[in-house]
Structures are given as structure tokens and as C-alpha cells.
């Protein structure tokens, strides 16, 4: 029988601890890999990036084709909108870009056109899966071909793969004490984009792919922003990021990648004069908004069956009903390791839930009111000599008589807050009063006092933990924790050394030698 007893509680044991990090490990995925936040109050930068395009008509039919992003390491596209009256638009998928078209039939005058996106910094990772071929070697032409062969021959001997090949050419080209050759290339180049589309022409030159991608820093807000390059390269598994003009590697934390290749980020047709400005201004959000929007993104198995999803009245409802299982938590550690006793296991968690609408302070005074008051009149029942059930009846509408009359008195006082009164558990106080009763009679008076005593205090505690908003958040957002709640039960339930009161109880007895 004791073996089988302790293989028992081996077992759950293995169960706490099993769902104790199932729900552990649920919670840190969706912290650290979909962001949901741990507090309500942490808050994200949203930055809303604007790009407004402008162009004189002619009074023919006009197509502007513009650019937008597509994929953004580092950051989520949150929301876009387009704006631009009476022109139709389309949007069109271009490699590992994304391509918008406005046409209109005639455009005559200043047209004004804008592109707006609002995004937040994500860890969600972008992989471009483009796998390019090997580029054909170009014919550079004299005197360009024997610079740049002897830049290459150069940097092949400082280097081992396309990493380390293409940081070292970096460095040679943008040494503070360049050589002829280097000079020479420079020479050809007359901004950064033409800098790095150079450098693309050295890299063809020993059939390393390259590629040139244009973003904009997200940092302070600006009303004249600009597209800035860097440089890509393909080491034969994935895209290798580089700053053309200092060598450095990867792609910028406050860079937002607005799109890949070197073709013109806008073309017009039928219009002269075309003007591209970007500006960009940063709010603020819920981080949790944030998280759930980049959840949906990846189409998370967790954000499809995420309480958030639901309607708002069904949040509400769960919002109250996720913090019973905290309560009884509370209910079987306050009674299995302090041993406080209670009358009944829940009861002092339903009049918690009720403490909820009265606040704690009057919700006190109520209980005790009604309890004593009730239990005056259960004594006098008890005279009668009626039977169980219907000294049960008796007391439940006793019960309700003094919730009425309570209601009413404080109503002629202007005391709003003990109106709450009704929403208390007429039952569980009727249950109440006659199991205080009992145990007046069976074990006295002070063991009944405890026991009122002990229920008060733990449904007090209970209010204070039930009505925590950071504990009411972290168990909707992280429901997964319900499973540690339960480990925690089952682990605790298996307890069998002595509860705290015991050790109270029995000190006078610890450290002596039995007889």
C-alpha cells in the first residue's frame, strides 16, 4: 500500500512539474517571439512614414508607378493607406518588391499623390529566399578594367569567402589613404548610390551577386527624409548586409527597408516634374496592440486562439472568471501549508468576487453584518426544531430580508456604494450562517470564530489578489499560466509535512528527544 502510494504522488509530481513548464514555456514563446507584453503599461514607438508624390499633368492620361515596401527587417507594417482622389490603383507584386500603380485618364495641372505606413520595431525575422545566379563578369572598359583588376587581385589575397572578400574590398575603397586605383574608381562616383552600384561592378568582377537595397532611418521625425543604399551580397545561403561608405555589417537597428534592386523607386507616364518627399513622425501605442497585430502577421497558432479575438463583451466575462482559478490557488496554499481554516474551500473566493462591486472596506462590514445578524436568527431557528431543509429556506430568505433592508438604509443615506449589496452570494451566505452554526454548537464558540475569522481573511486576500490589474492581464493575455496554476495544485496537494499554524502549535515540542 505505501509503494503504491508513493509511486502515486511520483507520479502527480512528474504531472505539476510537466504542466508547470508546458504553460512556463507557452508564456516565454509568446513573450520573447511574439512580443505580447508582460504589463499592461509598456508602450511602442509607431512611426507613420509618409511619401507624397507630386507631379506636374499635361492633360493626357498619366501612370505613376511607385515602390512600397514589402519586406522590413526589424520592423512590422502595422497599417498603410493610400491617398489619391480619382485615381485608380492597383497593386502589384515585383520580386521582392511590392509595386503601386495609379492611373488616371486625364491629369491636368499640380497632382499630389501620398503613400503612408505606420510601423513599430518587431524581431520578426525576414528571410529573402531569392537565390541568384552567378553574375557574368562585365568588360570595363580602359582604364577602369586595370584599376579594378588590380583592386580584385588586391583583396582575393586578404581574403577567404564572400564575407571576408567583400569587408575587405570595403576597407580598401574607403581607406583615408587611397591608391591610384581606388581614386580612380571614386572618381566615377558622385553620390552614395552611384558609390555603391561601383562597388556592385567590382564584386560582377568575381561573380559574387550582389544588390543594392534603399531604406530610410527611422530616428528623430522629419519632414525632408531621405532614401539611403546599402549593400547586399549572397554568400550561396543567404543575403550579407554592408554599409557601402563604412564597411560596416548588417542591417541598422532604425533601418526600414523600402525596397531592393536599383531601378528609380518612382516612373511617370504622361507628366512632367515628378517629386518624391518623405517625412515621418512617431506616436505611441500599447505594446499589446502591437504584439497582437505581429502575431496575426506570422499567423500564429496562438494569436488565432488568443482570448483577444473574442467579442469585447466575452472579454469582459473572462477577464472575471480567469482569476477564479488564482483565488482557489490561493484557497489550497493558505490552507494546506499556513492552515488557516474556512467554511467551505471556495466560499471565501465567491465573496471575494463579490468584495469586487462593494470595494473591500464595506464589503467587510456587510459580510460581518449579515453573518452576525443571520446568525442571531439562525440560533433562534434552531428553537423551533425545524427540519434541514427548510431551516436552509428560512435562513436564505432571511438573508435576502437583510440585503433589502440594508439596500433601502443606505439608500436614504446616499451611500451608493453598499447598494452593491445584492451582488453578493445570498446562497453561499446562507451556507454560511448554518455551518458556523453547526460548528458553534459541535466545537464551541472560539472554533466557530476562527473559522468566520479564517474565511474573512482569505476572502480579503483573495479580493487583493483578484483584483490586481497586472495579474488580471498576465493570466488573459497568458491563459497557458492556468496550466501552472493547476501544477501548482496538484504539487501541493501531495504536501503532507506540517502547515505553518502547526509549527506555531507544536513549538514547544521542536528539538526535544522523545521519551
Known sequence: MATRKALNNITARSWALALILIGLTITAYKTYELG??????????????????????????????????????????????????????????AKENRRADWAIRRAKGDQTLYYRISVARSNLH??????????????????????????????????????SYTLELLKQLNSTAPNENVELIRDKASSVGQWTSEIINILKGVRIPARIIWGIDINDAA??????????????????????????????????????????????EGGNDLEIRFSLTRTYTELINVARQGAAKRDSFFSEFSLLSLPVQNQNVYQLLLMLPLGAL???????????KTFGTFMPILIAMAFRETQLFWGVIMFSLIVS????????????????????????????????????????LGNERL???????????????????????????REAMLQGLGSLF????????????????????????????????LWMGNYTGYRLTELVRFKGMLGKEPR
Not at 139 to 160: C, F, G, K, L, N
Not at 225 to 230: C, D, E, N, V, Y
Not at 244 to 255: L, R, S
Open 223 to 268: 519632414n525632408n527624409a531621405s532614401l539611403r543604399p546599402l549593400l547586399q551580397v549572397h554568400n550561396g545561403d543567404h543575403w550579407l548586409t554592408f554599409n557601402p561608405e563604412t564597411g560596416n555589417e548588417g542591417i541598422p537597428a532604425n533601418y526600414l527597408v523600402w525596397k531592393v534592386g536599383d531601378r528609380d523607386i518612382a516612373t511617370l
Open 419 to 445: 447598494l452593491s449589496i445584492s451582488l453578493f452570494p445570498m446562497v453561499i451566505l446562507a451556507m454560511t450562517i448554518e455551518r458556523m452554526s453547526i460548528i458553534w454548537e459541535e466545537n464551541g464558540a
Open 36 to 93: 505580447l507584453p508582460l504589463t499592461p503599461e509598456q508602450n511602442a514607438d509607431v512611426w507613420t512614414i509618409q511619401a507624397q508624390v507630386s507631379f506636374e499633368g499635361t492633360g493626357k492620361p498619366a501612370k505613376l508607378s511607385l515602390f512600397i515596401p514589402e519586406n522590413t527587417p526589424g520592423f512590422m507594417l502595422l497599417d498603410e493607406d493610400f491617398i489619391s482622389s480619382r485615381y485608380g490603383l492597383t497593386i502589384a507584386k
Open 330 to 340: 490561493l484557497v489550497v496554499f493558505l490552507r494546506t501549508m499556513i492552515g488557516l
Open 458 to 489: 482569505v476572502a480579503c486576500m483573495g479580493y487583493v489578489v483578484m483584483t490586481n490589474e497586472n495579474l488580471m492581464y498576465i493570466i488573459f493575455v497568458f491563459p497557458e499560466l492556468l496550466l501552472v496554476i493547476l501544477g501548482l495544485c
Open 373 to 412: 445578524i443571520g446568525l442571531m436568527i439562525r440560533f433562534y431557528l434552531e428553537k423551533l426544531y425545524l427540519l434541514l431543509i427548510p431551516r436552509l429556506a428560512s435562513v436564505l430568505v432571511i438573508v435576502v430580508i437583510l440585503m433589502l433592508l440594508i439596500s433601502l438604509i443606505t439608500n436614504q
Open 126 to 163: 525576414i528571410d529573402w529566399d531569392t537565390k541568384p545566379g552567378f553574375p557574368e563578369p562585365p568588360d570595363y572598359p580602359e582604364p577602369y578594367a586595370s584599376a579594378i583588376q588590380a583592386i580584385i587581385q588586391d583583396v582575393r589575397e586578404e581574403s577567404a569567402d564572400v564575407e
